[in-house]
């Protein structure tokens, strides 16, 4: 079975401070995304990475940076957290090679920023 | 841009069917996702459409027209634990690339 984990289910974080979010995934994609939804707008593509080493902004990018150090490890970093960025943050993997491009998603992080 | 939507909710009566519609306005198409996700877990994978038609798997099943830009989710003897949000998503890129609609939430009643 694909596994995406990710560091923490729920996170209280004051505003100003640096937030690291970690995934890792035990399948061996190539790709992984992060992504943060709200009531009523939906999953958003935050950065995703096709490879280790790569990165390509999302759709809402601003606030947010990541890293991809290892294949199974994509972090997504708030520099400084703001109250505006309180959301559920989901990463997520896929696979290129096959042909298969469905996204295996982890539990997702409930970030509270106060 | 990109545009994609769908319903915002739907109420239907165990056993019955509903259909919840998407529609899309994408710069890029590869493919059309459908995921479910209850309330406070992961989306887990429901359908895959590359091609025009239908494709059914079990009590779900799933079309697209590309020409009209417009997909369908159709869930038939509904259940109480098929209360749920159910998200469209357009595969807007050859490496894997998703743009969500918002979701559709479906309330099964007894």
């Known amino acids: 079975d694909v596994k995406v984990t990710q560091s923490s289910r729920y996170l209280v974080k004051r505003t100003g401070e640096k937030v690291f979010l970690e995934c890792v995934q035990d399948?061996?994609?190539?790709?992984m995304f992060w992504y943060r939804q709200d009531p009523g707008l939906g999953l958003r593509l935050i950065y995703f990475s096709y490879d280790v080493k790569m990165k390509e902004k999302g759709d809402i990018p601003e606030g947010y940076s990541v890293s991809r150090e290892k294949k199974e490890r994509f972090s997504l970093i708030l520099e400084s957290a703001s109250t505006n960025q309180t959301s559920m943050y989901l990463c997520?993997?896929?696979?290129?090679?096959?042909?298969?491009?469905?996204?295996?998603f982890g539990p997702g992080t409930r970030l509270t920023v106060t | 841009g990109q545009n994609i939507d769908q319903p915002t909710e739907m109420t239907a009566t165990e056993g019955a069917i509903v259909q919840i519609n998407c529609t899309y306005q994408t710069s890029g198409f590869n493919g059309l996702f459908w995921y479910q996700q209850h309330a406070g877990e992961a989306p887990t994978f429901l359908s895959y459409n590359v091609l025009d038609g239908l494709e059914e798997k079990g009590r779900f099943s799933s079309f697209l027209s590309r020409s009209k830009g417009y997909s369908y989710l159709l869930l038939k003897e509904l259940q109480m634990k098929d209360s749920a949000s159910y998200l469209c998503?357009?595969?807007?890129?050859?490496?894997?690339?998703?743009?969500f609609g918002a979701g559709t939430q479906v309330v099964v009643t007894p």
């Open positions: 997520a993997s896929s696979s290129t090679g096959t042909g298969d491009y469905e996204q295996y």
């Open positions: 399948m061996d994609h190539e790709n």
């Open positions: 998503a357009v595969l807007t890129d050859s490496w894997g690339k998703l743009q």
